[in-house]
T-cell receptor, first 117, second 109 residues
């Protein structure tokens, strides 16, 4: 069974960089599929951030592209997210997920990231 | 970029009733690559329907999807207590890879 687990600090200061890691178990990242990040501000809807293939090929949401980097570490079966210059608008639950041609079949439970001084 | 608009925002129904949720796209969804997800409070979304009308593994047959092009529908034939949740549509056929609708909350009347 594919499982994904997000990890990272729960609190980030405004203007700093948000960094999260997703650890995948039950499936090798190198085995195929894209791996992505999706966020959900409290009480609001879902927003796709971006996705990466094990080769490093990436897709990003155009609205976030200038501030987002997604990387993959196949040796650790992990992928990561960085969002620079964060503001309160970046406060959200961040989910990592397996992206099958854009279809999200497996989700991590999500981790709440709060941007506050 | 395709924009998905879900209606209604909130649907108030009783257990046993039929629920009809709509998802409209600003342009045609390529290959009808349209999915529906269910989300309960504090949990990650769960895939219900993909390719507009195919049920995901383990999804009860009271959930059905239909539609093509720009108009799609999720129908729950008879609401069970565990079906009260928020439902999102999502397209994955066009750039920028995937986008979500704003959601429909199905609440107990």
């Amino acid at each position: 069974q594919v499982q994904l687990q997000e990890s990272g600090p729960g609190l980030v200061k405004p203007s700093e960089t948000l960094s999260l890691t997703c650890t995948v178990s039950g499936y090798s990242i190198s085995g195929g599929y894209y791996w992505g990040w999706i966020r959900q501000p409290p009480g609001k809807g879902l927003e796709w951030i971006g996705s990466i293939y094990h080769s490093g090929d990436t897709y990003y949401n155009p609205s976030l592209r200038s501030r987002v980097t997604i990387l993959v570490d196949t040796s650790k079966n992990q992928f990561s997210l960085e969002v620079t210059s964060v503001t309160a608008a970046d406060t959200a639950v961040y989910h990592c997920a397996r992206d099958s041609g854009g279809l999200i079949e497996y989700w991590g439970q999500g981790t709440l990231i709060t941007v506050s001084s | 970029e395709i924009v998905l608009t879900q209606s209604p925002a909130t649907l108030s129904l009783s257990p046993g009733e039929r629920a009809t949720l709509s998802c409209g796209a600003s342009q045609s969804v390529s290959r009808n690559y349209l999915a529906w997800y269910q989300q309960k409070p504090g949990l990650a979304p769960r895939l219900l329907i993909y390719d507009a009308s195919s049920r995901a593994t383990g999804i009860p047959d009271r959930f059905s999807g239909s539609g093509s092009g720009t108009d799609f529908t999720l129908t729950i034939s008879r609401l069970e207590p565990e079906d009260f949740a928020v439902y999102y549509c999502q397209q994955y056929g066009s750039s920028p890879r995937l986008t979500f609708g704003g959601g429909t909350k199905v609440e107990i009347k």
